[in-house]
């Protein structure tokens, strides 16, 4: 598998409050990684780094081969990463329908091996959307917000998903829902980074895992290590 992202020694800050202390970590073309940790240990900011958020004060991404260092989001969107961000930020006055296609972008030339996305497709992956296409965002209850925002980052037909706080708020049964979408596109090739505090169910689909601790990789692993060490999960994200 050839390496889609590469994120190399990032140094990162806010002001004169340093964020991030190094943070390396790569995602192979299929591949899902999760970024883990407590709340507070540099997971969204390694996020905005990735998506030209935050400047980067030392180190380099790298996705598809092209240094990502200075270009713009927007610019970052175009190469084939797509955000579902903290918070989801679906556009409360806006309806399902009409978030969905501000979005939408064709298939690039270099995903031929993924089905593209367009809204007859996200409305097959997400029914539930659908129901609820004439309705504005802030009618929507958090779930169906998540399945928008799921859905919106689809319809720019991305090459690496990533996904800040995946089911965080959310009642089990939604959660499940999100989880088995979440499997569906990892089972047809689509590269994920996926952040959550549910380490089973992450354990479950993820290949590879990134401890983040105080902005530093203090670990990272596949899933069958993980579960080999279950002391990591247990002194890095306080849960057993
Ligand atoms: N906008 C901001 N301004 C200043 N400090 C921030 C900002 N966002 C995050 N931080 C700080 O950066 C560190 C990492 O935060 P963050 O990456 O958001 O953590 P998380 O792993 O919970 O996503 C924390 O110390 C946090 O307080
Ligand atoms: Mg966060």
């Known amino acids: 598998m050839t390496n889609l992202l590469q994120v190399r020694d990032v140094h990162a800050s806010y002001g004169h409050a340093q964020a991030l202390f190094g943070v390396s970590f790569d995602v192979r073309a299929g591949e899902v990684v999760t970024l883990l940790g407590r709340n507070g240990m540099g997971r969204s900011t390694t996020v905005k780094c990735l998506f030209g958020m935050l400047p980067l004060k030392a ?16 610019h970052i969107a175009r190469l084939g990463l797509g955000l579902v961000p903290e ?59 998540q399945m928008l925002a799921i859905g919106r980052a689809l319809m720019t037909n991305p090459l690496l998903l990533v996904l800040d706080e ?13 989880w088995a979408a979440l499997a569906a596109l990892k089972a047809e090739g689509l590269s994920q980074i996926v952040i959550d505090k549910n380490v089973g169910a992450l354990l479950k689909f993820a290949d590879r895992h990134v401890v983040l601790e105080k902005g530093k990789v203090v670990w990272q692993g596949s899933s069958e290590a993980l579960r080999a060490e279950p002391h990591i999960v247990q002194q890095y994200m306080g849960v057993s």
């Open 59 to 74: 180190g380099a991404i790298s996705f598809g081969g092209k240094p990502l260092a200075s270009l713009a989001s927007h």
């Open 87 to 145: 918070g989801r930020q679906v556009f409360a006055n806006l309806s399902v329908e009409e978030n969905l296609v501000a979005t939408a972008r064709a298939p690039r030339h270099t995903q031929r091996s993924l089905q593209p996305w367009d809204l007859e497709r996200v409305y097959r992956f997400f029914p539930r959307l659908k129901e609820r296409r004439g309705n504005h965002g802030w009618q929507l209850s958090g779930g169906e917000q």
């Open 166 to 178: 995946a089911t965080e708020g959310l009642a089990p049964i939604i959660r499940a829902e999100i």
